[in-house]
Structure formats: C-alpha cells, structure tokens
C-alpha cells in the first residue's frame, strides 16, 4: 500500500484480556519497529525486525508483550493479560533498510488502546 | 531519563512570529531527525541531518545540526496556523536499530 496501516485505529478491552493490534508496512520495506507513545511520556522504542534477522526485543517492557512478522511484511504486536499501565497509543514504522544515514520511518496513525 | 531533551516543552505564539524549538543531548548521534505530529495521526519526517554543522532549511522552517552532533535546532520564520503540533527530534547512535525519540515540543500557532 502507499502507506504504513495500522488496525484497529482504536481499541477498548479489559484489564486481564489479551489483544492484537497489526501492522502492515510500506511494500518493499525491509525494517518494521513498534514504539509506544503514553501521554508525557514520548515515544519508547518496543521491537525492530530487520528482513530475516533475529528481532531486537530489547524495548518490551514485560514478558506480556510479544510480536511477530510473517513473511517479512505484516506484523502483529500481542499483549497479554492487559494492565492499565498498557493504555497508550502504539505505534508502527517501517523504513526502507537498516538506519543507514539518511533514512526515516514511515509511521502509521497508530491503535488507541485503553484498558479498564 | 531521556537521552534527548526538548526545549520548549511548551509553546504558544501569534501568527507571524518566529520561534526555535532546542533538542539537546549529551550523547553523539550519527544522524538527526525532526518530525511533525498531528493528533491522531503519526510523526511525519520533515528533514534529517547527518553531517556535524549541517543546515537545512525546508520553506520556512531551518533545522540545524551541532558540530558535535550532539544537539539541533529548528526554528520556525513567520509562523502559521498550519504549523500547530508536536515537533519531535530523533536520533541514532552509530549503527544503531532504532531512533531515540526527544521529549516532544508542542506548538500552537494562534491566528
């Protein structure tokens, strides 16, 4: 597509429930990260996939949150057994390569997630 | 603690006006870059900076990058409404896997 999408745009689960939210990158980019913005908070970094390389997974902040890319373009970012502390607006990049000079992401809108 | 602090945090001026929005740190970064973000929508790139010194200007709007490139600064000529959001610099450490995000300027441009 011509851009990063994101799904849901906005999402409502309560505290205990497991959700999915996905990513589908731009098409032909190699490097797919997850970053999480809370209000005051800036944007964390979660999770960087790079074509067929291990993922850094340096980012999650607990053994709750996980994710995955199939075959090299969409991902899907897995929170389990959601806290409140979760809430936050999650959102997808991707960027052409490796952060050579030069290069930047392409966000999408991100997924709205609030837990109750 | 931030590895990239932003100053203003806040700000809010009149149509016409100019302003610089300061992104500082103590580390070195291999590139720079600066992004725009409406509510409800991502962090668009509006320019990126490798070289210690470097200027770039896109319109009215002026990014420059420290010589230690440790620092940058985007100033802003004849502020309009349409420049109203969240202004974000970002860096990478040598070769590394992601950007590190600063602390975020929030602008209001009031008509």
């Known amino acids: 597509g011509a851009g990063v999408s994101q799904s849901p745009s906005n999402k409502v689960t309560e505290k205990g429930k497991d959700v999915e939210l996905r990513c589908d990158p731009i098409s032909g980019h190699t490097a797919l990260y997850w970053y999480r913005q809370s209000l005051g908070q800036g944007l964390e970094f979660l999770i960087y996939f790079q074509g067929n390389s291990a993922p850094d997974k340096s980012g999650l902040p607990s053994d709750r949150f996980s994710a995955e890319r199939t075959g090299g373009s969409v991902s899907t970012l897995t929170i389990q057994r959601t806290q409140q502390e979760d809430s936050a607006v999650y959102l997808c990049?991707?960027?052409?390569?490796?952060?050579?000079?030069?290069?930047?992401?392409?966000f999408g809108s991100g997924t709205r997630l609030t837990v109750v | 603690t931030q590895l990239l602090e932003q100053s203003p945090q806040f700000l809010s001026i009149q149509e016409g006006e100019n302003l610089t929005v300061y992104c500082n740190s103590s580390?070195?970064?291999?590139?720079l870059q600066w992004y725009r973000q409406e509510p409800g929508e991502g962090p668009v790139l509006l320019v990126t900076v490798v070289t210690g010194g470097e200027v770039k200007k896109l319109k009215r709007l002026t990014f420059q990058f420290g010589d230690a490139r440790k620092d940058s600064s985007l100033h802003i000529t004849a502020a309009q409404p349409g420049d109203t959001g969240l202004y974000l610099c970002a860096g990478v450490r040598g070769t590394g896997n992601q950007f590190y995000f600063g602390t975020g300027t929030s602008l209001t441009v009031i008509p």
């Open positions: 580390s070195v970064f291999s590139s």
């Open positions: 990049a991707s960027s052409l390569a490796r952060l050579s000079r030069g290069y930047g992401y392409t």
